[in-house]
């Protein structure tokens, strides 16, 4: 017992490390001037703030989300913040039309794309699964299968420009958890599906980047709103996590975790020590403010 844990614990050590301080270096803004890019759920959050590090980088935006009064407005901030061009298409993902919509506009407007950024959801609840079948078939149809019709449309001119495909998940697609039964289950489709293609370009020498962006709690309105009185945990800023996302897809990462420790933990605990990390995880929630 000895001599395995004199082995174990500086292999723990380096594979903390890496999980800890694998964040993107050698990234230059220049990277990202004059690239043509699509930015999916763009109105708020960690979107909009992802379209205007873009603008200030001086890309190409095409931004999409439902509210056609806020995208008009961030458009109008990311000119002003200096983007090359900005334009915006709103509608529904629930619309399954609207993917070939989105895409279409970028090959009718640039000729191409570089960098394809997926990260709209659909409207879910925080609380106890309460057995709606059709919420959950819903729910895939917005943050799984919309993703995939994105990005078969898109592929071509991708595949042209050698380009790159970012997809915003999420921990509860890594590990399992409470209160979030169906988007927990989309975020694990969305890490089979790309991880699968990621192997599938590789074989086929298809030179197009896949990175799957590990979120944790992020400050966005919408998360606060929903789950502040539940988690126990500190969210994260939007603004960083915003081009933390956008680093990693310019790098051509596998993985983005962030924020880098607690995420780094959760998915290496959920490899070496899964129960303990399902206790961890039961530990971080206020259950009696959890109004069923």
Same mark, same amino acid.
């Given at each position: 017992m000895g001599l395995l844990l004199k082995v174990f614990i500086p292999l723990l050590g380096l594979a903390m490390a890496f999980y800890f301080y694998s964040a993107p270096e050698n990234f230059n803004e220049e990277m990202l001037r004059g690239k043509r890019v699509i930015v999916t759920?763009?109105?708020? /959050?960690? /979107? !909009?703030?992802?379209?205007y590090h873009l603008a200030r980088m001086e890309a190409h935006l095409l931004l999409t989300a439902?509210? !056609?009064?806020?995208?008009?407005? *961030? *458009?109008?901030r990311c000119l002003e913040l200096g983007a090359a061009s900005a334009r915006y298409v709103s509608g529904s993902m629930e619309d399954t039309t609207f993917p070939d919509v989105v895409v279409k506009e970028a090959e009718n407007t640039w000729g191409g794309l570089d960098m394809l950024i997926l990260n709209h959801i659909g409207q879910s609840y925080f609380n106890f699964f309460n057995g709606d079948v059709g919420h959950v078939r819903k729910l895939l149809e917005i943050n799984f299968l919309s993703y995939v019709a994105m990005t078969v449309a898109a592929l071509p001119m991708l595949k042209e420009s050698e380009g790159s495909i970012v997809v915003v998940s999420s921990i509860a697609g890594k590990a399992g958890n409470p209160f979030v039964v169906p988007y927990s289950a989309t975020k694990f489709a969305?890490? /089979?599906?790309?991880s699968s293609l990621r192997h599938e370009f590789i074989l086929d020498k298809v030179n197009v980047s896949i990175t799957l962006c590990i979120l944790g709690y992020i400050d966005t309105e919408?998360? *606060?709103?929903?789950v502040s009185h539940v988690i126990k945990d500190t969210p994260a800023p939007k603004e960083e996590c915003a081009l933390e996302i956008i680093r990693s897809g310019a790098l051509r990462q596998r993985e983005?975790?962030?924020p880098p420790r607690s995420v780094g933990w959760l998915v290496l605990l959920r490899a070496i020590a899964p129960d303990f990390l399902d206790s961890l995880i039961r530990s971080g929630y206020h259950v009696e403010n959890v109004r069923r």
């Open positions: 759920g763009a109105s708020s /959050g960690i /979107g !909009e703030q992802m379209a439902r509210t !056609e009064a806020k995208l008009q407005k *961030v *458009v109008e969305l890490d /089979g599906f790309y919408n998360a *606060v709103r929903a983005l975790h962030y």
